[in-house]
């Protein structure tokens, strides 16, 4: 019937009247039959390229939504706010993304880049991390348990005490929390440690650890 109202449309050579002829009905589905059965290879080939170029869009799309959620994870790491608009305007742009969404999104990237982020090397063997540790606890050899003591407590240096903690929203952020960009990144190596080892000797570690292993600090 698709058939036949197909070409009275174009032609108009074929009569109405066909179309409730139970033989013309017959005929029409006969066709269609024929039809498919020579053009069944053809359509399954059309078919198959056709979902692998939707498929293909979809994979490419989703990598591209991929490949922007990360970069803005990464420019949340190193706390870089530039990069950081810049990886939400593309978001917004190019995968449609509501504010109500990014600022829904928003918060659990910043807890995840928390989670990720780690000191630099090169900034914990640095003198300036001495003599910062040195300061905030007014002693010349400190121990991590006297430099953690005066930063978490309520001291004058406690650094991170009015700071919300990007992991749970509440005021307290950790150090790596508070540093500035230039002294994080994305956390790489675990260093296990106990309270009671001074700045200098875990300093020491470090260096020795970077020469042995060829890592340069700053990475």
């Known amino acids: 019937?698709?058939?036949?109202?197909l070409a009275r449309s174009l032609w108009g050579r074929v009569p109405l009247s066909w179309l409730i002829h139970p033989?013309?009905?017959?005929?029409?589905?006969?066709?269609?039959g024929i039809l498919a059965l020579k053009?069944?290879?053809?359509?399954?080939?059309?078919?198959?390229?056709?979902?692998?170029?939707v498929e293909g869009k979809r994979l490419a799309g989703m990598q591209s939504l991929a490949n922007s959620i990360e970069a803005l994870q990464q420019a949340l790491i190193v706390k870089n706010e530039l990069q950081a608009q810049e990886a939400m305007d593309k978001l917004k742009h190019e995968h449609k993304w509501t504010p109500e969404r990014l600022s829904d999104e928003i918060g659990s990237l910043r807890r995840a880049a928390s989670l990720r982020r780690g000191i630099n090397v090169a900034y914990l063997i640095s003198e300036e991390f001495l003599q910062w540790s040195q300061r905030v606890t007014e002693n010349?050899?400190?121990?991590?348990?006297?430099?953690?003591?005066?930063?978490?407590?309520?001291?004058?240096?406690?650094?991170?005490k009015d700071k919300i903690c990007p992991r749970d929203g509440l005021p307290g952020c950790s150090l790596v929390d508070f540093l500035p960009g230039e002294h994080i990144g994305?956390?790489?190596?675990?260093?296990s440690w106990t309270w009671d080892y001074e700045v200098e000797l875990v300093q020491d570690a470090?260096?020795?650890?970077?020469?042995?292993?060829?890592?340069?600090?700053?990475?």
Request: hydrophobic share 50%; glycine share 2%; aromatic share 10%.
């Open 140 to 160: 010349a050899r400190p121990t991590f348990r006297d430099f953690a003591q005066a930063i978490f407590s309520d001291s004058p240096h406690a650094c991170g």
């Open 206 to 219: 470090l260096r020795t650890w970077a020469t042995t292993s060829k890592v340069d600090p700053k990475d």
């Open 1 to 5: 019937a698709c058939v036949l109202l």
């Open 23 to 32: 033989l013309a009905l017959l005929m029409a589905h006969l066709a269609l």
């Open 39 to 53: 053009a069944g290879p053809w359509a399954q080939a059309f078919v198959a390229k056709r979902v692998r170029k």
């Open 186 to 191: 994305e956390c790489t190596d675990f260093l």
